[in-house]
């Protein structure tokens, strides 16, 4: 037991603290391991046309198979891999998977690939996403980047040269989680987007809440004036559908539609979508 030394609570020992910082060197370790035995996987979940009801792209999400801890959520290790700058290889096998698999789909589903704001500070991200495409031999514009805001609150002017170059190589870049960020607004007056994805929070209360409702409404408008795609995500129920559908959104995504599923599963999801 570490005896108190009076120099504030920072440097007493703290149990709970102690085995949190073990449990963090603990799963570093096991991610770093993870990346070298290649214990991820991509789930893919539809994006739909909201006019005409078809597949048109699919979401990439990662998950870590852990061979104690079962199936591991994003959330659990996405924030600690952007710390290590395990995010790296990480993204890089992201991309790379996505692409190949990508390549073997029907040639109107496109990908989308999410980015950290960590992989922006590399100034070979652009490189990194061509050779990508080139490798697996997919068409630049069955890619979509999705990044959140966080991405643009740091060194504009490189992160601006970056997508404007990804841009350039032929890829989508979809604006994620849009309208939980700061000034959203300003983003969208600097860097021209392809598609905006409104956040699930919006959707949470819909079609109940009025206030909900009038900003997904008012959203749709913006970005469609604006020429961009809006996709609204989130969407969990049949009146939820309806409701997005009907304000004059570009596509729909959620668990109403399909949960993310396995490669495999999702091939199967995608004919059997086809022939209903
Ligand atoms: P995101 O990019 O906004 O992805 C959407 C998240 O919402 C996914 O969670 C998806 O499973 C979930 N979702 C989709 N439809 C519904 C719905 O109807 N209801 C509810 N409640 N949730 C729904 P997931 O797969 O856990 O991913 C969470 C976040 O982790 C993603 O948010 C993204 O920010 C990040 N992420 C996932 N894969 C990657 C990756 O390969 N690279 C990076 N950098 N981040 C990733
Ligand atoms: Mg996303
Ligand atoms: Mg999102
Ligand atoms: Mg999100």
Redesign the pocket.
């Known amino acids: 037991k570490a005896k108190a030394d009076g120099k504030g609570a920072f440097r007493r020992f703290d149990p709970a603290l102690e085995s949190r910082v073990q449990a963090r060197r603990s799963l570093e370790a096991d991610l770093r391991r993870a990346i070298v035995l290649q214990e991820f996987e991509l789930h893919y979940?539809p994006l739909v046309d909201a006019r005409s009801g078809r597949i048109t792209a699919a979401?990439?999400?990662?998950r870590w198979r852990h061979p104690e801890r079962g199936l591991i959520?994003?959330?659990d290790f996405?924030p600690l891999a952007e710390e290590t700058g395990l995010?790296g290889p990480l993204?890089q096998w992201?991309l790379r998977t996505a692409c190949a698999q990508a390549a073997r789909w029907p040639a109107r589903i496109r990908v989308a690939?999410?980015?950290?704001p960590v992989q922006f500070r590399d100034l070979r991200l652009a490189e990194t996403v061509k050779a990508a495409l080139a490798a697996s031999g997919l068409a630049a514009d069955r890619l979509e980047l999705?990044i959140?805001e966080g991405v643009l609150l740091a060194d504009e002017e490189r992160t601006l040269a970056t997508l404007t170059r990804l841009r350039a190589a032929g890829v989508g870049i979809s604006m994620?989680?849009f309208g939980t960020g700061y000034s959203s607004l300003s983003y969208l007056r600097r860097f021209p987007f392809d598609k905006i994805k409104v956040d699930?929070s919006f959707v949470r209360q819909l079609p109940g809440d009025a206030e909900s409702a009038t900003i997904v409404r008012a959203i749709i408008t913006l970005g469609t004036c604006l020429g961009m795609t809006i996709t609204v995500?989130?969407?969990?129920t049949a009146e939820q559908f309806a409701f997005t559908a009907a304000s004059g959104c570009d596509q729909v995504?959620?668990?109403?539609v399909s949960?993310?599923l396995p490669v495999a599963e999702f091939l199967s999801f995608v004919d059997a979508h086809e022939a209903a």
């Open positions: 979940q979401e990439a999400l990662v959520s994003p959330a996405i995010i993204g992201v690939v999410n980015l950290s999705e959140t994620d989680d699930q995500e989130g969407v969990e995504q959620g668990y109403h949960r993310p």
